[in-house]
Structures are given as structure tokens and as C-alpha cells.
Nanobody, 125 residues
Framework: QLQLVESGGGLVQPGGSLRLSCAAS????????IGWFRQAPGKEREGVSC????????NYADSVKGRFTISRDNAKNTVYLQMNSLKPEDTAVYYC??????????????????WGQGTQVTVSS
């Protein structure tokens, strides 16, 4: 069974940092692009960042550029999202998703076919 499991969410003050992890079980991430998405209450799920299967291509939403960094460790079958300078508007449930495509990634929900259950990130003082 293909599974992605997110971890690392929590409550953090504005300006703080969190690192989210997305671990795969039941399959190898070697041939998968990974995207991070988030959904705030009452809003559509939106793309935050993505990384190609090898890590050579990354993309970021304008709202997180310069603050978030996506990376992957295929030996550990895990993708990370380092989030710095967090703002209250970053509060959302964060999801990772996998798409079996090589050499590229896009931040479109229908591009991905394996999804995690999400982890809550709350930025508040």
C-alpha cells in the first residue's frame, strides 16, 4: 500500500521555524516528484512547493519564496519542507503528495496521485 506520512507540524510564534517531513512507505520515492500543499479553513488547497524526483528542480509559491526550502533525501525515502520566518497566514493543514513523473514538478493538485493525511501548522502568538 502506497502511503505518505507528514510530520513536524505544531504551534509556533510568528517569525519562528518548523521543518515538515514527508515519509513514504510501501514504495520508493526515487521516481516521484513531491509537492507540498496547504489548506486553511474555508480556503482552497493551494500549492506551496514541489521538488523533482532527483531534487534538481524546485518550485515555490510566491507567498513562501525566500522563507521555505524544499529538499529530499532519497536514501531516507523522505522529503522535507523547512519553513522559516513563519507568518500567521501560513496557518493551515499541510499535505505532501507524490506524482510518478521524472525531471520536473508542478504545483497542481491533479498532477499528484498519492496524498498524505496532513499535519497542522499554526502560527500564532
Amino acid at each position: 500500500q502506497l502511503q505518505l506520512v507528514e510530520s513536524g507540524g505544531g504551534l509556533v510564534q510568528p517569525g519562528g521555524s518548523l521543518r515538515l517531513s514527508c515519509a513514504a512507505s510501501g514504495f520508493t520515492l526515487d521516481y516521484y516528484a513531491i509537492g507540498w500543499f496547504r489548506q486553511a479553513p474555508g480556503k482552497e488547497r493551494e500549492g506551496v512547493s514541489c521538488i523533482s524526483h532527483s531534487g534538481s528542480v524546485t518550485n515555490y509559491a510566491d507567498s513562501v519564496k525566500g522563507r521555505f526550502t524544499i529538499s529530499r533525501d532519497n536514501a531516507k525515502n523522505t522529503v522535507y519542507l523547512q519553513m522559516n520566518s513563519l507568518k500567521p497566514e501560513d496557518t493551515a493543514v499541510y499535505y505532501c503528495a507524490g506524482g510518478r513523473v521524472l525531471h520536473m514538478c508542478v504545483m497542481r493538485k491533479n498532477w499528484y496521485d498519492v496524498w498524505g493525511q496532513g499535519t497542522q501548522v499554526t502560527v500564532s502568538s
